[in-house]
């Protein structure tokens, strides 16, 4: 079956340094990557959309200087959260769309971002 | 832009009632709807989905949806709900396949014994 892994599952982090998440998908080939972050209140803001063979496009109140996205090959992702701040936080997904899968995402159980 | 409203922020039933938990979404056109499950401390699970054809979907553990085109709406419905059924839902919707997939705010479903 289609499953994702995101590592690390939980990181405290200080003030203003960074902090860096992988997503894999695994038994499966992701066409697409889409990055969450869920805050303390459960909803959901997309920060970027990464599609094979197209730039990664990033949503408004995200951009690549804040949160730049690698994304080498059809099974990995990692994005960044640099100077991360209190607003920073939250739960932070990665959705995987699976070829022929049509807009189904499958996610990973996610990188929690303390920021103390 | 499409947007999704999921109008209760908290359901509580007992087990073995049924439940509806509700969904509405506005976009004119070819929509792409699904939902989703995350129970505490953990990501999302894919439920169900709906893009064309019979407007009822089946999903697992007993879950079915129903898109309604007049309504805008595409609630997610169980007959006869489980305590392990308690979690938060979400509603998502997207314009067509292969593009953005934004949720709703989430309803939490409370299953007392």
């Known amino acids: 079956g289609a499953l994702v892994y995101q590592y690390p599952r939980r990181t405290i982090c200080k003030s203003g340094t960074s902090m860096r998440m992988e997503c894999q998908a695994v038994?499966?080939?992701?066409?697409?990557v889409a990055w969450y972050r869920q805050s303390p209140q459960k909803t959901f803001e997309l920060i970027a959309l990464s599609t094979v063979n197209s730039a990664i496009k990033y949503e408004q109140n995200f951009t690549q200087e804040k949160f730049p996205i690698s994304h080498p090959n059809l099974s990995f992702s990692s994005m960044t959260v640099l100077n991360a701040y209190l607003e920073d936080r939250g739960l932070y997904l990665c959705?995987?769309?699976?070829w022929g899968a049509g807009n189904t995402l499958y996610f990973g159980e996610g990188s929690r971002l303390i920021v103390v | 832009t499409q947007t999704v409203s999921q109008s209760d922020a908290h359901v509580t039933v007992f087990e073995g009632d049924s439940v509806e938990l509700r969904c509405n979404y506005s976009?004119?056109?070819?929509?792409?709807l699904s939902w989703y499950i995350q129970h505490h401390g953990h990501g999302l699970q894919f439920l169900l989905k709906?893009?064309?054809?019979?407007?009822v979907v089946q999903g697992v553990n007993g879950f079915e949806a129903e898109f309604s085109k007049s309504d805008s709406s595409f609630h997610l419905r169980k007959a006869s709900v489980h305590w392990s059924d308690s979690a938060v839902y979400f509603c998502?919707?997207?314009?067509?396949?292969?593009?953005?997939?934004?949720f709703g705010d989430g309803t939490q479903l409370v299953v007392k014994p």
């Open positions: 976009y004119g056109g070819s929509i792409y």
């Open positions: 038994g499966f080939q992701a066409t697409s």
């Open positions: 998502a919707v997207s314009a067509g396949s292969n593009n953005r997939i934004f």
């Open positions: 959705g995987a769309r699976a």
């Open positions: 709906y893009y064309s054809g019979n407007p």
